[in-house]
């Protein structure tokens, strides 16, 4: 059983194991710092991501670099038009004593990989969410637990949209971050191409155990938050909703839909770990403000004015932030 002196001793050695983490999934990982730190922060506040990138980005091989390091299990479900929510949950079959026997599906599993998720129905869209939310699968009247750790990565293409569908915005708030991949620069691409050109894969370390994992996500839920941040949070959140009192003016300009508090939940959750991981033992509404255009962007609506101005969610966004005190 893992125990320390003090909450202050654990948050010390949880960013040791953090460094040490990074310096693993680096040995694979060439570039894309900012979406493993995210991964990481939505793991360890128990949220979800949804990963957005074009092909070649190395998305499927981080998240089973992080996984290998860390020690969970990873399962690959490619979301396909054909596929079917018994695909992804389990079914039930008769066994050899003709009777029903639940088989279960890809889902159980420690970190879930949900691959270019928009190319599936609604309907098995829609399957995911009790397990996002409850963390459980309920099949012919029985809830079945999910593993614990449980995390669910899903990847969207941004280009050939033709036969995808769009993820309904009850899906998308599931998700506590939506990240972005960007090309990498051009010295980081050279590094990319000759670590992976000679058929010498590195192989990560484990370098965290299950237990680990479970504690450093309990003590996250016990970092104090001042009374400032939680109304920062809410503020940020609530002025997003148009034909509000509390509404931004670029809110009735510009929304069409505002986030809901769900959004305020997972700012003040992120902004945990992130001041956690910047040396700091109680979030501040700088560690807000560094994570709120991913915890946000995902969760408001842009209306047909927006569109006309092009005027780009992550700039209504930047603007709240320096309006909103």
Known sequence: MIQYASDKD???????????????????????DDAVKKILITIFSRGHVLLIGVPGLAKTLMITTIAKAIGLTCNRIQFTPDLMPSDIMGTEILDENRKFKFVKGPIFANIILADEINRTPPKTQSALLEAMQERSVSMAGTTYRLPDPFFVLATQNPIEQEGTYPLPEAQLDRFMFNVYLDYPSFNEEVDIVKSTINGKMVEPQQVMELDEIIYFQHLLQRIPVAENVYQYAVKLSSCTRPDTDGAHAWAHQYLAWGAG??????????AKCHAVLNGKYSPDIDDIKAIAHSVMGHRIVKNYRAEADNIHINTIISRLIDDIK
């Open 10 to 32: 654990a948050v010390d050695a949880f960013c040791d194991k953090y460094q040490t983490l990074r310096n693993e999934i680096s040995k694979v990982i060439v570039a894309q």
């Open 261 to 270: 508090p769900r959004c305020s939940q997972n700012l003040v959750i992120a």
